[in-house]
């Protein structure tokens, strides 16, 4: 039997949320394994005094949130396209522990904002000092996306000697050409005097999280209800009186002389296979 209205809806939006998922997921790992195994940046992983860095602690926190989100994606895009009920149960338990975290997340870093601000800004300042001596493409794009999302340019935001500039969007007026906010007080103004709204954002992360579980769990049960066979119940006194009914027959006779009469037997509860209760 097919599936309802609402397990189609929920069918159609795990498969959404499952190829957005995949998307951040690969960009993720794809950028942290560029970041790790560049030439550019591989030296940093071998320095002992570097291990603990915001630098490399930021590329590890990448290619394990990659690494995670593709491997929750596989079983939420096979249990929901094949409508397999044991994949969308680990799938379910899966991102009912990720939806659980990323909330953990973003009420811890509203309760140590300042620390999470200066291993940040720490962070942009590594990636700023590594693309200004290599020019390495793969850090080019994480600070233009970096730049973009916080709209801010380097670390002096002048344009005339910014080194990173060929990075940093497009200026929204006029002074925007001269001058724009650099990204250290921008990082510092985000994660320490905006930290209730970073906290609404993992917040509301978790609750979108929180919606796709809920219609893992909805599409499992119309799977379970849909798969399961339907039956005629009658009681014995019902099924042994329909098996002894006579058959009956009608005869229909034509206006025709030459014809001769036609016989039906009717449908009878007799020839109804049923399940006995």
């Known amino acids: ?18 190829i957005i998922f995949a998307v951040v997921g690969f960009a993720f790992l794809g950028l942290g394994l560029w970041l790790r195994f560049s030439d550019n940046t591989r030296a940093i992983f071998h320095v002992e005094e570097l291990s603990s860095s915001a630098f490399v602690m930021g590329v590890t926190v990448l290619i394990a949130l990659g690494a995670v989100m593709l491997f929750v ?11 397999k009920r044991c994949a969308l149960q680990v799938f379910s338990a899966l991102l009912a522990m990720l939806a659980t975290l990323v909330v953990v997340v973003g009420v811890l870093a509203n ?10 800004a720490e962070f942009y300042a590594s990636l700023y000092t590594l693309y200004v001596a290599n020019q390495d493409p793969g850090i080019a794009v994480t600070l ?32 925007e050409y001269i001058k724009m906010d650099s990204c250290s007080g921008v990082i510092a103004d985000v994660f320490i005097g905006k930290a209730p709204m970073m906290m609404g954002i993992f917040v509301g992360t978790g609750v979108l999280l929180f919606i796709a579980l809920i219609c893992s769990i909805t599409l499992s049960r ?35 002389a030459d014809q001769e009469p036609v016989f039906f037997t009717p449908l009878s509860a007799a020839n109804i296979p049923v399940a006995y209760a």
């Open 144 to 175: 233009t996306f970096i730049h973009n999302t916080l709209h801010c340019c380097g670390v002096t935001g002048i344009s005339i000697i910014e080194l990173v500039k060929q990075t940093c969007p497009k200026p929204d007026g006029f002074f």
């Open 222 to 256: 119309k799977i379970v209800s849909a798969s399961t066979p339907q039956y005629i119940i009658l009681t014995q006194t019902t099924s042994t009186q329909a098996n002894f009914q006579p058959v009956q027959h009608e005869v229909v006779t034509s206006t025709h």
């Open 1 to 18: 039997m097919a599936l309802d209205g609402c397990g189609l809806l929920c069918k159609y939006i795990l498969i959404i949320f499952n």
């Open 73 to 83: 994606v596989m079983f939420g895009d096979y249990g929901a396209c094949n409508e």
């Open 111 to 120: 309760i140590k904002s300042h620390e999470v601000g200066l291993k940040f």
